[in-house]
């Protein structure tokens, strides 16, 4: 099967565990690294809402907490038949580990692909 619908159904199953009793809204994200690992997750809420992990992070947070810090490109699927496009932290967080990398999303019938670079093309720096 193609890299990119591969990996949107992985985030389809990544999705099942989703912690998201406030919102109902599940989402689910596969992240594929350079060197070809492949690290899930899903969103975490809290009932203290800001404490709340969207699954982009969940996702490559794991993979930097294994020392993989070269990551190639994210999947993000949700129930919704719109595309789920990751916000705007968790770009921030891309464009530090995945500068060149691509996000792919998807609905029951199509697969769109996005770079990172082109959903926030300036991101905050401390220079
Ligand atoms: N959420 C994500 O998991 N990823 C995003 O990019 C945006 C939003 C989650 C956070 C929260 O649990 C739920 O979706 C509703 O905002």
Do not use: H, W
């Amino acid at each position: 099967m193609e890299e990119n619908k591969q990996l949107f159904e992985l985030a389809t199953k990544a999705k099942e565990y989703a912690y998201a009793p406030y919102s109902n809204f599940k989402v689910g994200a596969a992240l594929l690294t350079e060197d070809g690992m492949v690290f899930l997750g899903n969103n975490i809420e809290n009932s203290s809402y800001g404490a709340t992990v969207c699954a982009e992070r969940v996702a490559i947070f794991k993979a930097v907490s294994e020392g993989k810090c070269n990551l190639k490109k994210i999947a993000i699927a949700s129930d919704s038949e719109d595309f789920t496009f990751p916000c705007g932290i968790c770009i921030q967080v891309m464009l530090e580990f995945m500068p060149n990398g691509e996000v792919i999303l998807g609905n029951s019938n199509e697969i769109k692909v996005y770079k990172v670079s082109d959903l926030m093309p300036n991101k905050f720096t401390l220079r």
